[in-house]
């Protein structure tokens, strides 16, 4: 079955420390979405991505779909401590393909 | 404008009980999706479905699950005759069909089921 890996699988970073994060797949993907998720909670869509090497913003939140449709990268600028949560990368098919996850913790 | 909405928040069942999940899409979406998380995974595909069709169900165990979502009301994620095993968080999304092709998924809160 199609296999999403996203690295780094956890990040311990100091308040406003820039973030970036990726996810690779052994499939392409027409459609990238990424997701943040709080203990809870069901996962919050962030950026959607529809065009190979598109990059969107949201905010302090950058996307990038990859050329090749089979990666992805977020970054977050300068971040505040209600950043913390997992991060999920999806790609999409009708249904959503979800990444590990990334864990972003930040330290006081 | 109210989002996806699932009930209940958390639901106990002993083994061998039912279980029944609801999930109401965001007002105007059509297209409902519904997914399991293992604590410490990634969330799984179970099943898509339309107003009374099942899309595609290839992701649901082939014993003891179903789903549905009638024409009205909201749908329904059923376990029979629950295991330890069916403990998870179950989360519904939804989507609008548009012109474009861009259908993103919005998510509920999900339901903790515990089965003890």
């Known amino acids: 079955g199609q296999q999403l890996n996203q690295s780094p699988q956890s990040m311990f970073i100091q308040e406003g420390e820039d973030v970036s994060m990726n996810c690779t797949s052994s499939?392409?993907?027409?459609?990238w979405l990424w997701y943040k998720q709080e203990p809870g909670e069901g996962p919050v869509l962030l950026i959607a991505l529809y065009k190979a090497g598109e990059l969107t913003s949201n905010g302090r939140l950058t996307a990038q779909f990859g050329i090749t449709r089979k990666d992805s990268f977020l970054n977050i600028s300068a971040s505040i401590p209600s950043d913390v949560g997992i991060y999920f990368c999806a790609g999409q098919d009708e249904k959503l393909t979800f990444g590990t996850g990334t864990r972003l913790t930040i330290i006081p | 404008n109210a989002g996806v909405m699932q009930n209940p928040r958390h639901l106990v069942r002993r083994r061998g009980q039912e279980a029944r999940l609801r999930c109401s899409p965001v007002k105007g979406h059509s297209h409902v999706y519904w997914y399991r998380q293992l604590p410490e995974e990634g969330l799984k595909f179970m099943v898509y479905?339309?107003?009374?069709?099942?899309?595609?169900e290839s992701g649901m165990p082939k014993e003891r699950f179903s789903a549905e979502f009638p024409k009205e009301g909201p749908s329904i994620l059923r376990i029979q005759q629950v295991v330890r095993g069916d403990s998870a968080a179950y989360f519904c999304a939804s989507s609008p069909r548009q012109r474009t092709g861009r259908y993103e998924q919005y998510f509920g809160p999900g339901t903790r089921l515990t089965v003890t």
């Open positions: 499939s392409i993907f027409n459609t």
């Open positions: 479905l339309q107003k009374e069709n099942i899309i595609d």
